[in-house]
């Protein structure tokens, strides 16, 4: 089964910032992966599928990059309502499997 | 508007069964694959498994954790998913979640929660 690890797993930032978060996977998956948002108590929420393409109606501050093993989740201008939780989850064969999460914190 | 229910869990010893029940609305049931995800109290997202349309015969999948151990069905009449859980161990605690689609589904449930302990 294919491993994601995700970096780092909690990440300080204040308004305004821009920050990163990495996710690597144990094999090649081609641009199979996309990146969830989850705010306490709710269900995660899509952002961008196929490594980086914007879901409709997600801020375009949000961008993902990345192809065959190694990805990255850019948040540009980070606003109140980004600080969360996020992982990426790929798809490119099963089991599926989610990266283990990156807390974003004030 | 495309709506995903969760329903069933509860408190249950080890070793003993549940059904989570996922009702949904809103879209054509049958088009679509059914995928579950759960989550520990305080973890991340763990993939569990799916189960794909009639079209595509109703193939199911899981996660290494819970194969053999957990079952996903579907009802097209009732427009229902379903997961049963057998052999229930405590690191199965958590908040299960029905989602629509299979690749990275875009509607979800608000989650039921699953607590298995003695």
């Known amino acids: 089964a294919i491993q994601m690890t995700q970096s780092p797993s909690s990440l300080s930032a204040s308004v305004g910032d821009s920050v990163t978060i990495t996710c690597r996977a144990s094999?090649?998956?081609?641009?199979?992966l996309g990146w969830y948002q989850q705010k306490p108590g709710k269900a995660p929420k899509l952002l961008i599928s196929?490594?980086?393409s914007l879901e409709s109606g997600v801020p375009s501050r949000f961008s993902g990059s990345g192809s065959g093993t190694d990805f990255t989740l850019t948040i540009s201008s980070l606003q109140p309502e980004d600080f969360a939780t996020y992982y990426c989850?790929?798809?490119?064969?099963?089991?599926?499997?989610f990266g283990q999460g990156t807390r974003l914190e004030i | 508007e495309v709506q995903l229910v969760e329903s069933g869990g509860g408190l249950v010893h080890p070793g003993r069964s549940l059904r989570l029940s996922c009702t949904t609305s809103?879209?054509?049931?049958?088009?679509?694959?059914m995928t579950w995800v759960r989550q520990a109290p305080g973890k991340g997202l763990e993939w569990v498994g799916f189960?794909?349309?009639?079209?595509?015969?109703?193939?199911?999948d899981y996660a290494a954790s819970v194969k053999g151990r957990f079952t996903i069905s579907r009802d097209d009449s009732k427009s229902v998913a379903y997961l049963q859980m057998s052999s229930l161990q405590t690191e199965d605690t958590g908040v299960y979640y029905c989602?629509?689609?299979?690749?990275?589904?875009?509607?979800w449930g608000q989650g039921t929660l699953v607590t298995v302990s003695s």
């Open positions: 989602a629509r689609g299979l690749a990275l589904p875009r509607h």
């Open positions: 809103g879209f054509t049931f049958g088009d679509y694959a």
């Open positions: 189960i794909r349309s009639r079209t595509y015969s109703g193939a199911t």
């Open positions: 094999q090649y998956i081609r641009h199979d």
């Open positions: 196929a490594a980086s």
């Open positions: 989850l790929h798809d490119y064969n099963y089991p599926y499997s």
